[in-house]
């Protein structure tokens, strides 16, 4: 892999994942808040309640993307970000107007290109990877 790739899969890297975490933190307050409250208000996916789908929100935009950014375990931590991105644009602003889908879909695609190409040589999983 040429440098031009690893210095942009770790600019892709900071990006996406470093502004995730900001959306996932919120999200983390918004589930510690909801059950001291007893009501966890939030998009309930496919059912399995709101706790359950904030919880895993929270994974695929504040845990995934810490992943994300160090270039630990990129390839596997990127397809819960993108699944969360996916759930967001097409399953709780799936009848919104595009310019609520946006930011879901911005973040999307990062994720998808990660989980493809993996983290590139300046991601702690070249390091672990290496032969000794």
């Given amino acids: 892999m040429t440098w031009q790739k690893d210095v942009s899969l770790l600019l892709l890297r900071l990006g996406a994942g470093g502004l995730m975490i ?55 931590m990127s397809i819960p970000a993108a699944i969360t991105m996916a759930v967001a644009a097409f399953g709780a602003h799936a009848g919104d107007p595009i310019s609520d889908k946006e930011h879901a879909l911005l ?11 993996g983290g590139g040589r300046y991601a702690a999983d070249h390091r672990l990877n290496r032969p000794k």
């Fill in 22 to 76: 900001p959306h996932g933190w919120g999200k983390f307050n918004r589930l510690m808040e909801g059950l001291q409250a007893g009501e966890v208000q939030f998009y309930d996916w496919m059912g399995i309640g709101t706790e359950a789908s904030l919880a895993l929100a929270v994974m695929g935009e504040l845990v995934a993307p810490a992943f994300v950014v160090l270039g630990l375990f990129t390839r596997w």
């Fill in 107 to 117: 973040f999307l695609v990062p994720f998808v290109v990660l989980a493809l190409m």
